[in-house]
């Protein structure tokens, strides 16, 4: 089904929606990584000698796993990321985590909507109608949604900024941020290239 439907089930209570377990935390130490830094580590140490459960591990402590399904588990606010390596390679993946502004999709582009009462919401469309359109207000908590009538609608503006925070990757340290990588661009398979010891 579509995400946009999926997320309206779960806020209707129709489905249950992801339960977020206990996440667990990165050794790190992390820091300020930059799109230069992780390229050249990755064009370096990717190939070989990653750790999937590790990698697992950080889709988890980096909350990835809050908004985006991998592989069947997670939660749907954001897109599916399995078959990501098919449509994003290792540059375009590494950017959209640092810089998660610089490119957002039109399908998950936030808009922020002020109403002729001077009330202002920030959300992602998730349903629209003739009537009114439907927000969703948090992007780890697929029931917070906001029904907004069109006529009472004052102003909607498309948010620059994504729903996607930054610094994602600051906690990590170097192994944990190539294992991350290894994991998303392996497709959940544990027996990819990148996973087998030098």
């Given at each position: 089904?579509p995400?946009?439907?999926?997320?309206?089930?779960?806020a209707a209570g129709?489905r249950?929606?992801f339960a977020?377990?206990e996440?667990?935390?990165?050794?790190?130490?992390?820091k300020?990584?930059?799109l230069?830094?992780?390229?050249?580590?990755a064009?370096e140490?990717?190939?070989r000698?990653?750790d999937f459960e590790?990698?697992k591990?950080m889709?988890a402590a980096?909350?990835?796993?809050?908004?985006h399904?991998?592989?069947?588990?997670?939660?749907?606010?954001?897109?599916?990321l399995?078959?990501?390596a098919?449509?994003?390679?290792?540059?375009?993946l590494?950017?959209a985590?640092?810089?998660?502004?610089?490119?957002i999709s039109?399908?998950?582009r936030?808009?922020?909507v002020?109403?002729d009462e001077?009330k202002?919401?920030?959300?992602r469309?998730?349903?629209e109608?003739?009537?009114?359109?439907t927000?969703l207000?948090?992007p780890e908590?697929?029931?917070?949604?906001?029904?907004?009538?069109k006529?009472?609608?004052?102003?909607s503006i498309p948010?620059q900024?994504s729903?996607?925070p930054?610094?994602?990757?600051k906690?990590?340290?170097?192994?944990?941020?190539?294992?991350l990588l290894?994991?998303?661009?392996?497709?959940?398979?544990?027996k990819d290239p990148m996973?087998?010891?030098?």
């Open positions: 089904m995400e946009s439907l999926r997320i309206a089930v779960e129709a249950k929606p977020l377990p996440l667990p935390k990165a050794k790190g130490p992390g300020e990584w930059t230069e830094e992780v390229l050249k580590l064009e140490k990717l190939k000698g990653r590790n990698g591990k889709f980096t909350r990835c796993i809050v908004c399904r991998f592989n069947g588990d997670g939660g749907a606010t954001g897109p599916d399995t078959q990501l098919g449509r994003f390679n290792l540059k375009d590494t950017e985590t640092i810089v998660p502004d610089k490119i039109d399908q998950y936030a808009m922020q002020i109403t001077g202002s919401y920030v959300g469309i998730i349903s109608t003739d009537e009114q359109i927000l207000i948090d908590d697929s029931t917070k949604i906001v029904d907004i009538p006529d009472s609608i004052d102003e948010s900024t729903l996607m930054k610094d994602l990757l906690p990590l340290n170097e192994n944990e941020v190539l294992d290894a994991y998303l661009l392996s497709r959940g398979n544990a996973f087998k010891k030098k």
